[in-house]
């Protein structure tokens, strides 16, 4: 089996497991923990590290027993070359494949994981009922014609939205993936929002924004996860303004991912807001049953891991949070078959994954979280809420617990009713004068959404 098709996670368990054969485990867990590998080919490995200290101690002290502990794994010696995404080693970098190979061969891609994650592509990115029309459009934005000088604004910006851990930053990468398949030569620059503030922030302090901006504002592609951290930061959101309109104005692809719509980020300004408003906007949300046993098969099948369809099942009804999390039990078994050998049972799985099993809030305990969360956004007591009194500042309140426990558990009306000591029809007219307010006021409907989004997380 050739080195590409094994898993980067499995070569770096079993890399691990060499090292400590030789090297304590807390120098191994010091400089290997949070190390990944990006490439591996004919001639070389790739690593990249956070710091540019771990990336020098590896490099001065490790490449050598990198180098022999590979060659036990794959079965020959690559070259060992060590990254640091800590300062600028996050950029795509491209190179022949051979020297020797005329100009028409395509290109090898060596980069840091910032910027790259070959692992991530739309043929592994397992598609349901939740994520269908986000992996359409992404798979169309990716396939556009990036050979012109301006590209169509009808896909532009790509608005990608949905919780943490469901697959928004997978897409993000199978959509570079594919452009830099197709378009070698295309200029793209990934980067978290986070970075991009702290980025910003780094050039106006050191007086060196006209570097900054012939960074951002020569890419041909930019993508940017998590968008939603600038909003509020008024500086930040100025620079993205300007190099958005910079981009888009000379026909640049902008893609964005957010974990909600551009509607209902408060403290994002409003004309970013209509801007990000006037492209293409797509949402996932979590994965159902059906497509968290596909992710759980998939997963496994790369890991692999041969795990039985009660085990599948038994997870898909437990782990319910995220995508992510969904990688990391199958990653656990994984590393448990590898260390101890032997089937993954059923019984074996409940006692080892106890950590990531999804306990069910009882809807009685979530309704007690409605009340506590209305009471604080709002500044009522509890007991204001569940007594008779009828003055508006706490009628208002009174009757958002009652359209939230409609909409965030499955409690009757009477059992709501008894909750907050009041009467079925009571509840029945609590509920429809809230849907009322959502429906005239907007302000109104984003205040209800967060309360939503925060009772539900």
């Not at 798979?139 to 009808?154: F, H, M, Q």
């Not at 009757?412 to 509840?427: L, P, V």
Request: glycine share 4%.
């Amino acid at each position: 089996m050739e080195a590409k098709d094994i898993e980067y996670e499995n070569i770096k368990a079993m890399l691990l497991e060499i090292l400590l054969e030789n090297t304590s485990s807390s120098a191994v867990n010091l400089w290997f923990g949070d190390i990944k590998i990006v490439l591996i080919d004919d001639n070389e490995a790739v690593f990249v590290t956070p710091t540019d200290l771990k990336k020098r101690i590896i490099t001065q002290r490790f490449t050598e027993k990198l180098q022999v502990a590979l060659s036990q794994i794959i079965g020959y010696e690559p070259t060992v070359t060590i990254l640091s995404s800590e300062n600028g080693e996050g950029e795509i970098i491209k190179k022949p494949v051979d020297e020797n190979q005329n100009n028409s061969t395509p290109h090898k891609i060596v980069s840091t994981v910032a910027g790259y994650r070959p692992e991530y592509t739309f043929e592994n990115f397992v598609v349901g009922s939740s994520n269908n029309y986000a992996a359409a459009f992404a798979k169309r934005v990716a396939n556009n014609d990036y050979s012109g000088a301006s590209l169509s604004k009808n896909d532009n910006p790509f608005f990608i939205y949905g919780p943490s851990g469901v697959g928004k930053s997978h897409l993000l990468y199978a959509i570079s993936n594919q452009i830099i398949e197709n378009y070698p030569n295309v200029k793209i620059k990934y980067i978290t929002g986070e970075e991009f503030n702290n980025q910003i922030l780094d050039a106006i302090n050191n007086k060196c924004t006209s570097s900054f901006r012939e960074k951002y504002r020569t890419v041909d592609v930019l993508l940017i996860d998590d968008i939603h951290f600038i909003a509020g930061k008024t500086t930040v959101q100025e620079e993205f303004f300007n190099t958005f309109n910079a981009l888009y104005n000379s026909g640049k692809q902008i893609i964005l991912t957010s974990d909600r719509p551009p509607v209902e980020m408060k403290q994002l300004e409003e004309r970013l807001q209509t801007r990000f408003m006037g492209g293409l906007i797509t949402d996932i949300q979590l994965p159902d049953f059906d497509l968290r046993c596909a992710i759980i098969n998939q997963k496994s099948r790369q890991n692999g891991l041969n795990i039985t369809p009660d085990v599948s099942r038994f997870l898909a009804e437990n782990v319910k949070s995220s995508i992510r999390q969904l990688e990391g039990v199958v990653k656990k078994l994984g590393a448990i078959q590898l260390l101890e050998g032997g089937d993954i049972t059923l019984d074996r799985v409940r006692n080892s994954i106890k950590e990531f099993i999804h306990v069910q809030e009882s809807d009685t305990k979530r309704m007690d979280n409605i009340i506590i969360a209305v009471s604080k956004k709002y500044g009522v007591s509890r007991d204001d809420i569940l007594s008779d009194k009828r003055n508006a500042e706490i009628m208002l309140p009174r009757h958002i617990c009652v359209y939230l426990a409609r909409t965030c558990t499955n409690l009757s009306q009477a059992q709501i009713g008894k909750a907050i000591n009041r009467e079925r029809t009571t509840i029945i007219s609590s509920e429809n004068k809230v849907k009322k307010l959502i429906e005239e006021n907007h302000d109104f409907s984003l205040e209800i959404n967060e309360l939503i989004r925060q009772i539900k997380s």
